[in-house]
């Protein structure tokens, strides 16, 4: 019988080892170097945590203490020590800047133009619909439409404050929609900066799946189960 592939969350603690330059710092001080980091899954959990050789994290044992840093019982990982992701400033791929999150090895993304027709509608009333889409297909993720600022009803849209992460794609930002004086909070998002793997969909307008009706080449879609997982930009932190 076939099997599906599988991904995470795994029922037992995972790891794979990484010869990416992994770099931790906290203002002008390099905490953590090492090319000999593990990318680790945590029983339950979807995302990797990143784990060192003790001997590559420069702390003592107060500041270790302070920023719950903890060893793994199993012992392939002994010797190796979890750091907080926020308990760092910068976290560093060689010479890259990470965000929100250690990207997942077995994750890929890719941001594919398309002919496909997409119609965007909420509570019967279009809100977009285009023939040049940009489709972004993120393992583990449902297939996610992003459409040129043109082919968005602008009347309707709202800026919104929420601003969320994604170590794969960059910083988001939001638009509201207002339709008959209520106003439908971030029912469209965007990258204006994004990295350069998806660079492509910059400026592009994505509707929220799970909240509008959408409907490609004459088929309606059935919305995708669960919220959307969204991670909050950090807030600056001083230096």
Same mark, same amino acid.
């Given at each position: 019988?076939?099997?599906?592939?599988?991904?995470?969350?795994?029922?037992?603690?995972?790891?794979?080892?990484?010869?990416?330059?992994?770099?931790?710092? %906290?203002?002008?001080?390099?905490? /953590?170097?090492?090319?000999?980091?593990?990318? =680790?899954?945590?029983?339950?959990?979807? +995302?990797? /945590?990143?784990?060192?050789?003790? &001997?590559?994290?420069? $702390?003592? !044992?107060?500041?270790?203490?302070?920023?719950?840093?903890?060893?793994?019982e199993d012992p392939d990982l002994d010797g190796y020590v979890h750091v907080p992701w926020d308990a760092i400033e910068h976290w560093y791929e060689e010479?890259?800047? +990470?965000? =929100?999150?250690p990207r997942d090895p077995f994750v890929r993304v890719d941001a594919l133009r398309s002919s496909r027709r997409v119609r965007v509608e909420r509570d019967?009333?279009? *809100?977009?619909? %285009?023939? #040049?889409?940009?489709? @972004?297909?993120?393992?583990? *993720?449902?297939?996610?439409?992003? *459409? !040129?600022?043109?082919? =968005?009803?602008? #009347?309707?849209?709202? &800026?919104?404050? *929420?601003?969320?992460?994604?170590?794969?794609?960059?910083?988001?930002?939001?638009?509201? @929609? @207002?339709?008959?004086?209520?106003?439908?909070?971030?029912?469209?998002?965007?990258?204006?900066?994004?990295?350069?793997?998806? %660079?492509?969909?910059?400026?592009?307008?994505?509707?929220?799946?799970?909240? =509008?009706? $959408?409907?490609? &080449?004459?088929?309606?879609?059935?919305?995708?189960?669960?919220?959307?997982?969204?991670?909050?930009?950090? #807030?600056?932190?001083?230096?």
């Open positions: 019988m076939a099997a599906l592939h599988p991904s995470p969350p795994f029922d037992e603690l995972t790891y794979y080892p990484t010869s990416r330059w992994i770099r931790g710092a %906290s203002g002008a001080r390099t905490v /953590i170097d090492t090319p000999r980091a593990m990318l =680790v899954w945590e029983p339950g959990k979807k +995302v990797p /945590i990143y784990a060192f050789p003790a &001997d590559d994290v420069a $702390l003592d !044992p107060d500041e270790a203490a302070s920023m719950t840093v903890r060893g793994f010479e890259e800047e +990470v965000f =929100v999150h019967g009333r279009l *809100l977009a619909e %285009s023939d #040049s889409p940009i489709l @972004v297909f993120e393992t583990g *993720l449902p297939t996610r439409y992003y *459409l !040129p600022q043109n082919d =968005v009803d602008a #009347s309707v849209l709202a &800026d919104s404050d *929420l601003r969320t992460g994604c170590p794969y794609k960059g910083f988001a930002s939001y638009h509201d @929609v @207002v339709l008959d004086g209520h106003r439908h909070a971030s029912l469209f998002w965007y990258y204006q900066a994004p990295l350069h793997e998806v %660079s492509a969909i910059k400026g592009y307008l994505a509707p929220y799946g799970e909240r =509008v009706d $959408l409907t490609v &080449d004459g088929q309606l879609k059935q919305r995708p189960a669960g919220p959307l997982r969204r991670r909050r930009e950090p #807030s600056p932190r001083a230096a």
